[in-house]
């Protein structure tokens, strides 16, 4: 069925809202899909790619398949958002990437004009093995926040498999975030998973990565990087277990805490094989003292020095 004129004008202002990042969304040889409240308002696919959409009351079911051996060359663009002031959004996404295919996916939120929205994804990706699978998510919202925020993903990386994930707040204020990753790995598999925030105002964040390294010689690694100021709160809780033989992992946390704001870390670290290895680190306090003299000596003010420094953590 051919898009309405509504529905075409709606997508171009979705696209619209995130600047510079949708001016890529373009030409025939790249694949994308715009989601605006309930309703698909725009698609375009490639070969070795299936997407379906079914519209719900509140959001849409996508189930989305990158074909066994297929290679997606170009990213994948998804555009999930809302441009009134106030709504309810549930995305419902089923992932299968399939044996020995590539594909990468820049999945943005867009919600520029939000006082009250909520947006909330449940998402289940399985990774057949030998596939690689990408998937960058990046918000943008309002000054004022206005927005909750509530992914939660489970994921199967099957043996030789690559699943690589980036979580991203790049305009406006986070509102409330819970983010909520959960992660089984097979022999051989690789996962990566960073997570990047800056929380301002009253703004509440909350992360959750667990990854269970179950096969031989899988490796992970969980990245949280956070800054808060003002009133924001921060709370990581990040796990990684290791139960074969050479599995190896890292977990890293850094938080910046400006004012009032509040960070907590917990990084928790569990190894079931004594041939398994698997390493922390968590960082909670205020920016180096020693770059911010630095900047501050090549002229900057110190609020701009600091903004400046956090922005290097979180890129």
């Known amino acids: 069925m051919s898009p309405t004129q509504q529905q ?9 809202s995130l600047g510079a990042f949708g001016a890529h969304i373009s030409g025939d040889d790249v694949a994308h899909l715009e989601v605006h409240g309930n309703e698909v308002v725009g698609a375009h696919l490639v070969p070795g790619l299936e997407v379906d959409a079914e519209q719900l009351d509140d959001g849409v079911e996508v189930h989305i398949r990158v074909k066994p051996g297929a290679r997606i060359a170009k990213p994948i663009h998804f555009c999930f958002g809302m441009l009134p002031e106030e709504g309810l959004q549930h995305i419902v996404m089923d992932v299968e990437a399939g044996e020995d295919s590539y594909a990468a996916v820049q999945a943005h939120c867009t919600f520029p004009n939000a006082v009250d929205i909520t947006h909330t994804m449940d998402a289940e990706v399985r990774l057949k093995p030998g596939a690689t699978y990408e998937y960058f998510e990046r ?31 790049i305009k406006g204020q986070a509102g409330v975030i819970d983010f909520d990753y959960d992660v089984d790995c097979d022999a051989h598999s690789l996962l990566d998973m960073i997570t990047r925030i800056w929380g301002r105002g009253k703004d509440r964040i909350s992360v959750r990565e667990a990854a269970r390294l179950n096969g031989e010689d899988a490796h992970a690694v969980l990245q949280s990087h956070i800054a808060v100021k003002d009133e924001a709160v921060a709370d990581v809780n990040n796990s990684l277990a290791a139960n074969a033989a050479g599995a190896r992992g890292h977990v890293d946390c850094k938080e910046i805490v400006q004012g009032a704001a509040v960070a907590k870390a917990v990084p928790i670290v569990e190894v079931r094989h004594p041939r398994a290895h698997v390493t922390h680190e968590a960082a ?12 501050m000596a090549r002229g900057l003010d110190e609020d701009k020095a600091t903004d400046l420094i956090i922005e290097a953590l979180l890129g």
């Open 139 to 169: 918000h943008l919202h309002g000054r004022e926040g206005g927005v909750i925020v509530v992914p939660k993903s489970k994921v199967y990386v099957g043996e030789g498999a690559h699943f690589k994930t980036e979580f991203e707040l």
């Open 8 to 16: 075409i004008e709606t997508a171009r202002e979705l696209l619209a």
């Open 284 to 295: 909670i306090g205020s920016v180096d003292s020693k770059q911010l003299q630095t900047l």
